[in-house]
């Protein structure tokens, strides 16, 4: 009988599309394209078990393994920061079935759904953020219960933030990495490995990046209208903290937003440019605009409640229907941007003579 060598995968998690993986080990990524049907179920089974023979891969697969790093020639126990850093994460698997059922509101009618919806919230009687002066009234008088609910609210909101970057990667490339506790600036954060997923090329970062900032902020305006008092200014900090994430620091989603703006690159890497899908990327960009949009207006209103521009008077009415005819007037503009954007496209894509 013949033996088989056996090996460890050295690795934190793996995301798994078609017919590519891409494997995490700290901060590094490995992305491996055009895997056979076998060497999707040696990845498919890596989470559960990381030992593998030697025949279950191809010797080119074997190679790149080996050449990076992430085959150990014998078992052995990862240390104890990537052990620690193992059990602060939710699995790329867990994520993606978690995921998958909020795929349709980042189809382009569920965009244009969340952008209304916090509209909708944010005009109703008696919503507003809180001001300058109500968090220094409530941190000098916050009690353990409070402060423990506004803590979870924020982490709830965060974690939902993720898994907005997570269901937007996996409608668009079909796979998604886990949801992660890191820091980032030297504070603690939580981070969803979609960057090496999809856009290795920065491509379509734009749609990904904004996706997180938008459920985070339709989440912080249903607690704001619908919410106990309790958690009034956990949801004003979910919200600032949604539109703090827009602002183009570097590798943060603002970043990676201004960055596809301005190279007009709205297309996700794997979603092929056809003829007949020209309706479907005009709604993508219509909501992904439209969305953006929202922002701005939430943004302005929050500057002009803090400062006493505006208040809940009547006189709002006049700014409500400057900011929808704003709203309409941009995204007509944009509609017509992407239609002229697309026929280029087609242009290039016909064939020569005839």
């Known amino acids: 009988m013949k033996s088989t060598t056996l090996y460890q995968f050295d690795v934190d998690d793996v995301a798994l599309g078609d017919t590519f993986a891409v494997l995490s080990q700290g901060t590094r990524r490995l992305l491996l394209k055009n895997l056979t049907a076998d060497e999707m179920r040696t990845f498919s089974d890596l989470n559960r078990n990381r030992i593998f023979g030697r025949e279950q891969v191809s010797e080119k697969m074997f190679a790149s393994l ?24 939710i699995s790329s698997r867990t994520v993606s079935q978690l995921a998958r059922p909020l795929g349709p ?12 919806l916090q509209v909708v919230l944010y005009s109703l009687p008696g919503v507003h953020f809180a001001r300058i002066h109500d968090f220094a009234h409530w941190a000098m008088q916050v009690t353990f219960v409070d ?43 939580m981070a ?45 900090m979910a919200i600032l903290g949604a539109i703090f994430s827009l602002t183009p620091l570097p590798n943060t989603d603002g970043y990676w937003l201004i960055r596809d703006f301005f190279n007009l690159r709205l297309k996700p890497r794997l979603w092929p440019v056809r003829k007949e899908r020209a309706w479907t990327d005009v709604l993508y960009g219509y909501g992904l605009f439209a969305a953006t949009c929202g922002f701005a207006l939430v943004l302005f209103r929050q500057c002009a409640y803090l400062y006493g521009i505006i208040a809940e008077s009547p006189d709002f009415i006049t700014f409500k229907i400057a900011a929808v005819a704003l709203l309409l007037a941009y995204l007509g503009m944009v509609t017509c941007l992407f239609m002229w954007k697309n026929f280029r496209l087609f242009v290039r894509d016909l064939p020569d003579g005839g």
């Open 66 to 89: 080996t050449s990076h790093g992430l085959v150990c020639d014998t078992p052995q126990a990862p240390d104890l920061r990537r052990r620690i850093a193992r059990r602060l994460r």
């Open 105 to 116: 509101l980042f189809s382009a009618p569920g965009l244009l759904f969340l952008v209304l």
């Open 147 to 189: 402060a423990a609910i506004t803590i979870a609210v924020l982490l709830l909101s965060m974690t939902i933030h993720e898994f907005g970057h997570a269901t937007a990667c996996l409608r668009m490339t079909g796979a998604t990495g886990s949801i992660r506790v890191m820091t980032f600036r030297g504070t603690p954060a």
């Open 192 to 236: 969803a490995d979609v960057s090496s997923i999809c856009l290795t090329d920065e491509r379509g970062k734009a749609v990904v990046a904004m996706a997180g900032a938008l459920f985070q902020s339709s989440f912080g305006a249903c607690l704001l209208a619908f919410g106990p008092q309790q958690v009034q200014m956990a949801a004003t």
